[in-house]
């Protein structure tokens, strides 16, 4: 572990749930903690993880998820448990859990946010849209990212949110949200900060997008499903702008050559989860009919990471923190490449704590194969 100031971190093999809590709690236990944020695997048995980590850190606020792999101190581990704490010297720190994400409205997301808002403005009055942020962690199965991050960046305003889509450990069954001493499933948790720490909120993705145009033209926004590009079957015409046979499309091939959707100047990955008998295609993110997508093409992952964290460093100064959500769609092609022991080096030298996702958030938007994250660094009385 590397302690700072106000910020500690931790991760543990440790298979036992109740052992495993213990040694997370040795590690970022401090006085007057605001916040812990954990990330662990699905496998343990998570009941009997919720009792200890509420018997731990009892009277501190604690937020969670399940994930498809955490990051942390040691890098990338499978079957883990990683995480942070929070000194309430330097953050302010509100949360709330949103249910029953399956009849989510709009107005719903928007009411949510404003009482946090309030919430954080009553016990830390001095907060204000400059110094504060906002962290979300949602339901990975629940396919109602998009509403969700839409509602609550509308109600934040000009405050900066970004988060991830908890995992299963890749089994895409049910994913847990922890929260409020317990865990939950087809919810969504959102963390509200303050800080006097200098701190940016990013994302980047290893992709840029060609001139190759995918207009959809027919889908089912319900399903995330794709029937028809550029007035062809999906599939068909996806394999052809590719350049590789439809009968050869299979997830590799949707990892390293996702589409793109320009937002607001930006773009943003939209993955394809599968190519379907029926010639239609699912995707990991909402979709709908008339949207223009661009064919991306790759860049080195490695260096887009090390030339990112160099921005953020000149930005900032060296973080004591860069809280990360890393899809679960990066994670596979470093594996497969043979690069991830470098990539997880390069994160564990900048202190990265997150995890595996099912999908991010940024500024209101649900995206695929992006690390988006928050970097923090530290006040002048906290440097050597």
């Not at 979300?136 to 199965?141: A, P, R, T, V």
Request: net charge negative; proline share 4%.
């Amino acid at each position: 572990m590397t302690a700072s100031p106000s910020i500690r971190r931790a991760h543990t093999r440790l298979q036992d749930p109740v052992q495993a809590v213990q040694a997370f709690h040795a590690e970022v236990a401090q006085e007057d903690m605001a916040l812990v944020l954990f990330f662990c695997s699905s496998h343990y048995d998570l009941d009997l993880l919720a009792t200890e980590m509420y018997r731990q850190f009892m009277g501190v606020q604690v937020v969670g998820c399940t994930t498809a792999g955490e990051i942390g101190p040691q890098g990338y581990m499978d079957h883990s448990l990683s995480g942070v704490s929070f000194s309430a010297r330097h953050f302010s720190v509100v949360s709330g859990l949103i249910e029953s994400l399956h009849t989510f409205e709009i107005r719903q997301g928007v009411e949510f946010a404003k009482s946090l808002i309030s919430e954080l403005e009553s016990c830390s009055p001095e907060a204000n849209a400059k110094n504060s942020f906002a962290f979300l962690m949602i339901d990975g199965m629940s396919q109602h990212e998009e509403p969700v991050t839409r509602s609550l960046s509308t109600a934040l305003g000009n405050i900066p949110i970004f988060g991830g889509s908890a995992g299963d450990d890749m089994i895409f069954d049910k994913t847990w949200i922890y929260c409020n001493g317990a865990f939950h499933t087809d919810c969504a948790a959102l963390v509200l900060a303050s800080t006097d720490c200098p701190f940016k909120t990013f994302k980047t993705q290893h992709f840029t997008a060609t001139d190759q145009r995918l207009v959809v033209t027919e889908a089912d926004a319900s399903r995330r499903l794709v029937t028809e590009i550029n007035g062809l079957p999906a599939a068909e015409e996806y394999a052809r702008l590719v350049g590789v046979d439809v009968d050869d499309l299979n997830p590799f091939r949707f990892a390293t050559s996702p589409v793109v959707v320009l937002i607001d100047g930006m773009e943003y990955v939209r993955s394809i989860q599968k190519a379907n008998p029926d010639g239609s295609l699912t995707l990991y993110c909402a979709i709908e009919e008339g949207i223009v997508l661009r064919v991306a093409r790759g860049v080195d992952l490695m260096e887009n990471l090390r030339s990112t964290f160099a921005q953020v460093d000149q930005e900032i100064g060296e973080p004591q923190l860069i809280l990360a959500c890393d899809c679960i769609l990066r994670n596979l092609e470093i594996t497969q490449d043979g690069s991830k022991e470098n990539v997880a080096q390069l994160l564990t030298d900048h202190k990265v704590v997150g995890f595996s996702t099912y999908g991010e958030q940024f500024a209101g938007v649900h995206v695929n194969q992006t690390f988006t994250a928050l970097a923090i660094g530290s006040t002048p009385d906290q440097q050597p």
